[in-house]
């Protein structure tokens, strides 16, 4: 990193947060705080680096997957969604055929199937987790990373069963992992704001807490660019800073950036790439018991992606074969998201980083090194 410290014009705040993160010290939540209200891009850019090369050296990592998202029927209204049958003109509910034909249509050299939707009123539990077991049936090396703990908490109250019980049988039917889905915002008071009704806070916690305590991995993500401060933003990933403490089982976290189109909360602009190589930066700073920082492309597109790599980025998701509606209903620019190998590996590459293809549990399956 800069060697000479003294040689930068920065506050005094500045300069102790740089010195611990220089010295692979953790920052408290104030410190947290200052990075995100006074360091300017260039600083944060070096301090993220710094993090991530100690973590994951040069390397970036993606993944061969693809999605399936079994209904966007959903009981639920939250305010950012553009995706339920409530806002969008459009509304399905796959048959448990339709979702095998999907599985079979997909590439044979996909590791891994990303799962989630909205939450019918009219699926339980054992329908879900037959769901993975007929998936597994038919393709029995992919990876089934199933349900947000949205979905999860309203199978499992459905059935009166405790979270470890419903946990029990769904990692029984084979569920390999958890996404990091619903966690927007863990602040009780914005959340209220944006998503009244969902899954608590200390639900959606208690919910990964125990999948980590029966040897499930997850990830955790965090709706960024509302109605939210610095401040919740840090709340939010000091709550998961905590949590990964105990567990050590969340793969990644992944910033998700609040798109505007066609929701309740269109009135708000949203946020610029600016905003979003700063937050990359930050969180990667700041949770140091976090391996991966993962950019979700299809949400901020292949650019800023590019970018984020310089950033504190080091996982770049997938190929996702045009398999998901949440982020295109919601006015993402790519309307069809799909990369190939190929182009994670230029896209890397073009940033002087190794490529490096992965399976869902981040063993490497192959260095792109020449
Ligand atoms: O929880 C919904 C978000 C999430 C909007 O674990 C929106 O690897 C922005 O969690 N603008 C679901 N975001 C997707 C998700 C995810 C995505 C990629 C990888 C992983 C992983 C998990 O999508 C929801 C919500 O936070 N979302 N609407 C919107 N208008
Ligand atoms: Fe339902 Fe998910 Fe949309 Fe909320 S974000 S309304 S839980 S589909």
Redesign the pocket.
Known sequence: MINNIDKINLSQELRTVFGKVASDQRISADEGLILFKEADLGLLGTLANHVSRKKNGKQVCFIRNFHIEPTNICIYN?E????SQRVSDIAWDFSPAEILTKVSEADSNVREV?I?GGVHPHHDIHYYGKMIQDIKKLRPQIHV?AF?A?EIDYMIKKAELSFMEGLEILKQYGLDSI??????IFDEEIRAKICNDKTSTANWLEIHETAHNLGILS?A?M?YGHLESYHHRIDHMLRLRDLQDRTAKFS?F?P??????N?S?SYLPEVSSIEDLKNYAVSRIFLDNFTHI?A?WP?VGKEITQLSLSFGVDDI?GTIENSTK??SL?GAEDQNPSMTAGEFIQMVRQVNLIPVERDSKYNIIKVYDN
């Open positions: 939250c950012f969604c553009s995706y990303h989630t990373k947000s949205i996404p990091g889905g619903g966690a927007e990830n993500t709706l990644s992944i998700l950036k609040f798109k505007n189109k929701n909360m993962k979700y949400m998701d949440i982020y919601a």
